[in-house]
């Protein structure tokens, strides 16, 4: 089983509306959780941290939920370049990252 | 803020050559830096994990002696891919970190061999 899974998408977002998008992981002792945007060929950059409380920056609003182990992202107000690869990535117990495949996010006119 | 320079940014090489690849902190001191490959549609994959003067810690099925990690100091490591061949192609990506910075990545390197 993968450390983090997340749903590839694409998701197909018209511009304007909201798109949400879960990701799950397996090790219960993780302490920290992000959200990484990655546009085609380009590296990872950083979204957001997720918080236990949850947390907004703007548009964005993730959750997190250690009872079911599992982060989300979602997107109010779709622009055109919110499409990218979203990441969802999980600091483990032992201090390393774990990248989930990334959801893909096609943001349309 | 914290900045990581990567290069080459993409780099062509012939089968069987080596290939060096370095990472640079630029405004902070980086006591752990961490090699990344990611494959099309993949996820990152933790190759290594270096600590400045010390040896790195490569992750289960990644060969050291094919992949050679260098952190020499606080601001720079270097990945040397040696004897390169087609299956090694990929997107190569360093992160860095630091006491007051969290993960910084590098712009990556696209390596191809033919």
């Known amino acids: 089983r993968k450390e983090v899974e997340q749903d590839p998408g694409p998701f197909n977002v018209p511009e304007g509306a909201t798109v949400a998008f879960n990701c799950t992981y397996s090790?219960?002792?993780?302490?920290?959780f992000f959200w990484y945007r990655q546009d085609c060929r380009k590296e990872p950059k950083l979204l957001m941290s997720v918080y236990s409380s949850g947390n907004e920056d703007g548009r964005f609003t993730a959750q997190l939920n250690r009872a079911s182990q599992y982060i989300s992202l979602l997107i109010r107000d779709s622009k055109l370049s919110d499409s990218a690869t979203y990441l969802c990535?999980?600091?483990?117990?032992?201090?390393?990252?774990?990248f989930g495949a990334g959801t893909q996010v096609v943001v349309t006119p | 803020g914290a900045v990581v320079s990567q290069h080459p940014s993409w780099v062509i090489c012939k089968s069987g050559t080596s290939v060096k690849i370095e990472c640079r902190s630029l405004?902070?001191?980086?006591?752990?830096m961490f090699w990344y490959r990611q494959f099309p549609k993949q996820s990152l994959m933790l190759m290594a994990t270096s600590n400045e003067g010390s040896k790195a810690t490569y992750e289960q099925g990644v060969e050291k002696d094919k992949f050679l990690i260098n952190h020499a100091s606080l601001t720079l490591s270097t990945l040397t891919v040696t004897s390169a061949h087609p299956e090694d192609s990929s997107f190569y990506i360093c992160?860095?970190?630091?006491?007051?910075?969290?993960?910084?990545f590098g712009s990556g390197t696209r390596l191809t061999v033919v």
């Open positions: 090790n219960s002792a993780s302490q920290s």
């Open positions: 990535v999980v600091d483990d117990s032992w201090g390393k990252l774990q």
């Open positions: 992160s860095a970190t630091g006491d007051q910075y969290g993960y910084t």
């Open positions: 405004d902070f001191q980086a006591t752990t």
